[in-house]
């Protein structure tokens, strides 16, 4: 199997009989700049199937963002480079129109945004931005709409819907406002959501209302869902499949379960164990992640998460290791020393003996904790 | 939630800083803002107290509060003994030199035009702290410390540097005069998961190397149990529990913590996340607090009593404190109000907390034996209007008569004696409706006080 075409596998390994949903192929999304062209995302495949919910992770400027925001077509920058390809149902995204696309949104995909009080119009009502879908796209009358979006802040729980579809956002709560956009997202039916850090500026009592909300909300209409975030705990317990993004690029993607159970990839070992978690005593001293993510104008040229690595080897800063299929069908990985394998093993044996202080402190951690993550 | 009392606080002397009943109150015009409401903390030499809830709870409010930025509405705040709330501004300049504070936002709290070994040797600056050369070996040593190298940070500015690394520079900053506590403010929200362990991990570093106290607040409890020596759990202005953070995690006793630990998303994909248990709706606003416990509105175990009653922060535990009458660990609280005899609906909704108002003043005022003094008091005043009134009508009398007229007629034959004309002017007509005014009011007291 040559590298290159492993990418592909991703399609065939999710795609069901029924055919994807969102087929994404070597997507990319570029920004010219004048210092340079920044390479946001850089070559991403993934399929989805309608139902599933697909999870993003990574950490602020690894793309993700960029990534949903570009498939749908909602950058419209002049600066905007967009190459590849992303299918909808058998439509592509790549090079369609405005007037296109549309149609597209809010009938057939739809986005939630991570801030409810910029996303959200200060000066219109509540009923008059949920209306304002249904009446353009379904040519509801005006009465009909409006009866509708009282259905619609019911359905997301808005108690007394009568009386809040006549208010302006900041009448709301942040949680409110989140059910609100929700509720606008979902007015038209769409069977793609994306949900791009939908609760990060909620609070955690709000932020559990809301995910179960999104998730009820899927499995009632359906829908496919691209759940965006920074928490590995959100995706955790929501989704189907993980995609970990790092300087544009996916490191690794699989089953949920899979990917918790057998981390391959140094990033997503890295980015688990710097999560303080519950489970552990107090003062548990944290393993983080030493530098800072890439520059995406000029990345390194092999892999790139290599000078932040605690396995690197001379190869990994010269050849970029491609996203390969590991022994479990459906989780792959980009990497040449993967976590838990003999390689990795002794990639970090020999880094730790040559006293990289990294791989020094990993093999610590892991000596305290026998099993680690592995 | 709603917990006042000091049943948690320790011996003063052996404590680095004590807040004691601290109340901080905003006024909007939409309202009195009960920011914070009655809480008392300490911190002992040493210690980290992690202070935790949701926003709007007043956690940050507390920590600006105990800078006295702005001083509080009502408490006292003993730092090394000393009540900040009660000394002037020049000496609160010199304690805040051992008392720093560390912002969220890493970007916005860094002077944007400033080199950062300007700004890290500022306040060295400002107390003249040894010679130049000194304060630049000080400078080279904390930024050392907090891992970063002093010849390459030092000439740069602050939008050179990453958020992590801005917070880097912060703590270098708050560290330069050695000081006795640090108030973290949110130190690692703004940062992603990575740097924030590493920032987790210096503060540990720091507080060991500099022996420095720490109050850290946060709403991520994760984070505050990785930090803390001991949790205090905030909502709405109030404590709720107080405990050390393995104890307090693994056995909540306040309804309100188990919920919150609920909410919080696990990196485990084996926890299914179950709604069950998960709060409803929103913070109540903190301009109409709820009566009572102020968590009662959202609380899964809420009864009457907990609209009735404030709860008071009690020992539940070995060095476990909570403020709930219904606890989930140890036992119910003792009653301290009596109950109504009759049964009354569970005040769980907003609507219904204007008759548990009304029910718990007639409770007040059927108890206290204050209304029959307040009565008796009404009573002698009465008297002692009564007996003003009668004197002015005779004084009034003696100096009219003296001048040849009489309380109810002028006559303006005028005397010789110039100071009596003045006299009877003067009286006549304000002599008159003293009298009356005062013998008025006191006859009214006293039909008052019979009715």
């Known amino acids: ?374 | 939630m709603a917990g006042t009392g000091t049943a948690h606080l320790r011996d003063p002397d052996d404590v680095l800083m004590r807040i004691e009943d601290l109340t901080v109150e905003f006024h909007t015009s939409a309202g009195i803002v009960h920011a914070v409401s009655g809480i008392s903390l300490d911190v002992r030499q040493g210690e980290t107290l992690g202070l935790v809830g949701e926003s709007g709870c007043g956690k940050s409010t507390t920590g600006r509060a105990i800078m006295q930025l702005p001083a509080p509405t009502s408490g006292r705040v003993l730092f090394e003994g000393i009540d900040l709330a009660a000394i002037d501004g020049k000496h609160l300049r010199e304690v805040r030199t051992r008392l720093q504070f560390i912002f969220q936002d890493p970007i916005s709290s860094l002077n944007p035009r400033r080199k950062v070994k300007d700004i890290v040797a500022e306040p060295l600056r400002i107390w003249k702290r040894g010679t130049e050369q000194e304060r630049q070996a000080r400078v080279t040593e904390v930024l050392d410390a907090v891992g970063l190298d002093p010849a390459v940070a030092g000439d740069k500015r602050p939008h050179e540097f990453s958020g992590g690394q801005c917070q880097r520079i912060s703590i270098a900053r708050s560290l330069v005069l050695e000081p006795k506590l640090v108030i973290c403010d949110e130190p690692v929200s703004a940062l992603d998961v990575s740097v924030q362990a590493q920032i987790l991990n210096l503060l540990e570093d720091m507080k060991a190397r500099y022996k420095i106290t720490l109050i850290f607040i946060a709403h991520d409890l994760a984070v505050v149990k990785n930090i803390s020596d001991r949790v205090a759990v905030m909502y709405l202005g109030k404590i709720c529990e107080v405990g050390s953070p393995d104890d307090l995690y693994a056995t909540p006793a306040h309804p309100y913590t188990a919920a919150l630990l609920r909410s919080i998303p696990v990196p485990d994909p084996t926890v299914v996340p179950s709604s069950s248990g998960l709060l409803l709706g929103d913070l109540p606003s903190p301009i109409d607090p709820p009566n009572g416990c102020r968590f009662r509105t959202r609380c899964p175990a809420a009864q009457e009593r907990c609209a009735l009653e404030e709860p008071q922060i009690r020992a539940v535990a070995e060095d476990h404190f909570v403020a709930c009458h219904f606890p989930l660990v140890g036992t119910t609280a003792p009653i301290s109000l009596p109950m109504p005899a009759g049964p009354v609906s569970v005040p769980t909704s907003p609507s219904s907390r204007t008759v548990t108002g009304d029910e718990m003043g007639e409770q007040r005022r059927m108890t206290g034996d204050e209304s029959g003094n307040n009565a008796g008091s009404t009573a002698s005043g009465s008297v002692l209007l009564i007996g003003a009134g009668v004197t002015a009508f005779i004084v009034c009398s003696i100096v009219q008569a003296a001048g040849g007229s009489s309380m109810f007629t002028m006559s303006f034959e005028s005397p010789d004696n110039f100071l009596l004309e003045l006299a009877m002017q003067v009286t006549f007509w304000p002599g008159w409706l003293a009298t009356v005014g005062l013998i008025g009011a006191g006859v009214l007291g006293l039909v008052d006080r019979d009715s």
């Not at chain 1, 979006?149 to 997301?156: H, K, N």
Request: net charge neutral.
């Open chain 1, 1 to 374: 199997m040559t590298k290159p075409q492993a990418t592909s596998r991703v399609l065939t390994a999710t795609s069901g009989h029924e055919g994807p949903l969102l087929q994404v192929d070597d997507f990319r999304t570029h920004f010219e700049t004048p210092t340079g062209i920044v390479k946001a995302v850089d070559g991403v495949s993934f399929t989805l199937k309608r139902g599933d919910t697909l999870g993003i992770v990574g950490e602020s400027g690894s793309g993700k963002t960029v990534l949903a925001r570009s498939v749908m077509g909602l950058l419209t920058g002049k600066n905007v480079i967009r190459s590849g390809s992303a299918r909808y149902n058998g439509t592509e995204l790549v090079g369609a129109s405005e007037s296109q696309l549309r149609d597209l949104w809010g009938t057939e995909m739809a986005m939630v945004f991570q801030d409810p009080m910029t996303s959200l119009n200060p000066v219109l009502k509540v009923g008059r931005q949920i209306t304002e879908g249904l009446r353009y796209h379904l040519k509801l009358s005006k009465a009909e709409a409006r009866a509708q979006a009282r259905q619609l802040l019911d359905s997301v729980g808005i108690p007394d819907p009568n009386r809040r579809i006549s208010q302006y956002p900041h009448e709301l709560s942040g949680g409110m406002r989140q059910r609100v956009t929700i509720a606008i997202a979902l007015a038209c039916g769409p069977t793609l959501l994306f949900a791009d850090e939908p609760t990060t500026a909620l609070d955690v009592t709000v932020q559990a209302q809301i995910l179960d909300l999104l998730q009820r909300q899927q499995i009632e209409r359906f829908m496919a869902m691209v759940l965006v975030t920074h928490d590995l705990g959100v995706v955790a317990g929501r989704t189907d499949h993980i995609a970990v993004m790092y300087a544009g690029q996916i490191v690794e993607y699989a089953p949920t379960r899979e990917l918790f159970a057998n981390v391959l990839m140094p990033y997503t070992d890295a980015l688990l164990h710097s999560i303080p978690k519950l489970s552990q005593p107090s003062h548990t001293r944290l393993q983080s992640i030493g530098g800072r993510p890439p520059d995406l104008i000029n990345p390194p040229s092999g892999c790139r998460f290599a000078p932040r690595c605690p396995y690197v080897q001379p190869k990994c800063t010269s050849e970029m290791p491609p996203l390969q299929e590991a022994e479990t069908p459906g989780h792959f990985y980009r990497c040449w020393f993967p976590v838990g394998t003999d390689a990795g093993r002794e990639a970090l044996a020999q880094n730790a003996a040559l006293g990289i202080p990294a791989a020094v402190s990993l093999t610590q951690t892991l000596a305290d904790k026998p099993g680690g993550t592995a």
